[in-house]
């Protein structure tokens, strides 16, 4: 098979994985936070399903609380953490991965610990997906100028729906309908799964 170009932003199961960034009790009341777990908890049974490897991060969590449960993260260690950035308490699992190319990465909150462990995987040479409909900010000026900051830094900003498509890759694929769809959902009743607007998206240029 042809290596992957790397200014393509091809996503491949056995070349990628999946962070959950600090989706805790405490930030319950912050801007479209049950939007956002619902579409992480959808990417997360996505990654299951097709042995996506999963890391979890909590920060703080004896001020912060733990990982909210319908994201549905039973069965991962969470790794607690105080640094913005996830990449300390993963790079393990980074290390133990020569074949990864791609860091698909959801959570909050966008202007701190998302945008710092962006940038210290694009340090490292990853490819880091950002899933804007699954990362969130208390402030959204802040969501939307640190999306466009990752974006300067050469992150891809993507939907759940376009990564899960790249990652099923075919139509013919035996698990396409449960991938694409795991719960009978549109990926539009996926984003507005709980009462409310959409997680607002960042304009093009």
Known sequence: MAAVRPGLGRVVPGSSILFLCDMQEKFRHTL????????????????????????????????????VPELGAKGLQPRPKTCFSMVPVVQHELDARPQLRSVLLCGLE?????LHTALDLLD?????????????????????VALSRMRQSGAFLSTSEGLILQLVGDAAHPQFKEVLNPEGKTAGQHRQSVKGEAVPQPRGP
């Open 124 to 144: 490292q040479g990853l490819q880091v997906h950002v899933v804007v409909d699954a990362c969130t900010s208390r402030s959204q000026v802040d969501r939307l």
């Open 110 to 114: 966008t202007q701190a610990c998302i």
């Open 32 to 67: 479209y936070f049950p939007q956002i777990v619902s579409v992480a908890a959808r990417m997360l049974k996505v990654a299951r399903l097709l042995d996506v490897p999963v890391v979890l991060t909590e920060q703080y969590p004896q001020g912060l609380g733990p990982t």
